[in-house]
């Protein structure tokens, strides 16, 4: 747990760990059908990002059943089950609390190799980045709670938050690569510091290849930011070198928490294009190379 990796991993044998991990929230969309099944896919992408394969998940649900109606409970238990039956993973239990603000996750349970998990250090310079989903669904949830999002934006980011990291981590596996983590509340930079904070490497992002939601643009310029986006810059601007030319929205959409974001994998160079092939068959349609790895300087990120 030193390198705060996505999930706890317990060998039980040679050829067998555990890869276990826990999340839930309050919702973030209005509908409770969409915030179940984006609460299940948040909670397993940690397992995907190791590169595990979840097997079995127990419900985490807080809800105040005195004051909305029992029905809205069920449809967030539904779209969390959806999801599950699509990951082919069992609902074996759970628990639920009376509370004021209703909250959803799971716990999740899910086996590897202990010699093939996929830690969020391990990136050697040559390797290329892919980042497997669009960004700014934390600009356009922020847009939403302001009444100010239009009905495609949250469309799109709905899509893209309830989308399964299965079929991207499938083929890093197969493929094999050196780190990978998921992108969650710290942001595109954030995710990236934590991948070579320490190391012996530098990170080098072309921020024209960064896929994001388009309609993310203009929310950013109308300066639509979520809290958490700030806190992520100045936490970790100290090791960003933000190039003079990256415009501002895009800085800001790189610093975005998102929710049930996508992987960002480091893999070497010469299985990058193959890589993204797959995943662009396999339907991950916005997976995108978006920089390299490289050996200096040391420690920092740099933006272009
Ligand atoms: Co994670
Ligand atoms: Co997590």
Redesign the pocket.
């Known amino acids: 747990m030193e390198r705060a990796e ?2 706890g991993v317990y060998k039980l044998t040679d050829e067998l760990a555990i890869v276990q ?1 826990v999340d839930f929230f309050t919702p973030i969309v209005d509908n409770p059908y969409d915030f179940g099944q984006i609460a299940a896919a948040n909670s397993l ?2 397992v995907y ?1 190791m590169g595990g394969k979840p097997l079995t998940a127990m419900n985490i649900v807080c809800f105040p059943i005195k004051e909305l109606d029992v029905s809205i409970l069920r449809l967030i238990l539904q779209g969390g089950l959806d999801k599950m039956r699509e990951a082919g993973v069992t609902l074996v239990g759970g628990h639920s609390v009376d509370d004021k603000e209703p909250k959803y996750g799971l716990s999740v349970t899910g086996i590897i190799h202990p010699d093939k998990v996929v830690k ?1 250090t391990g990136a050697l310079p040559g390797d290329k980045l892919i980042l497997t989903k669009p960004l700014g669904v934390g600009i356009i949830n922020t847009a939403l709670k302001g009444g100010m999002a239009d009905e495609t934006a949250v469309r799109k980011a709905t899509e893209c938050m309830k989308a399964l990291n299965n079929t991207a981590s499938e083929h890093m596996v197969q493929t094999g690569v050196n780190a990978c ?4 509340g710290f942001g595109l930079l954030g ?1 990236a510091s934590e991948m070579i904070e320490g190391t012996d490497t530098c990170m080098v992002i072309d921020s024209k290849a960064v896929p994001y939601i388009t309609e993310a643009k203009s929310l950013a310029e109308m300066g639509l930011l979520p809290g958490g986006l700030h806190r992520n810059r100045s936490y970790r601007e100290h090791m960003v070198e933000m190039g003079q030319t990256v415009p501002q929205y895009l800085s800001d959409i790189m610093y975005d928490p998102q929710t049930s974001g996508g992987l960002l994998i480091s893999v070497p160079a010469d299985k990058a294009d193959r890589l993204l092939e797959d995943m662009h068959r396999k339907g991950v349609t916005d997976a995108a190379i978006i920089g390299e790895i490289t050996d200096s300087p040391k420690g920092k990120i740099i933006v272009k």
């Open positions: 996505d999930a991990t992408s940690d990002s969020n983590t998921d992108i969650t995710h």
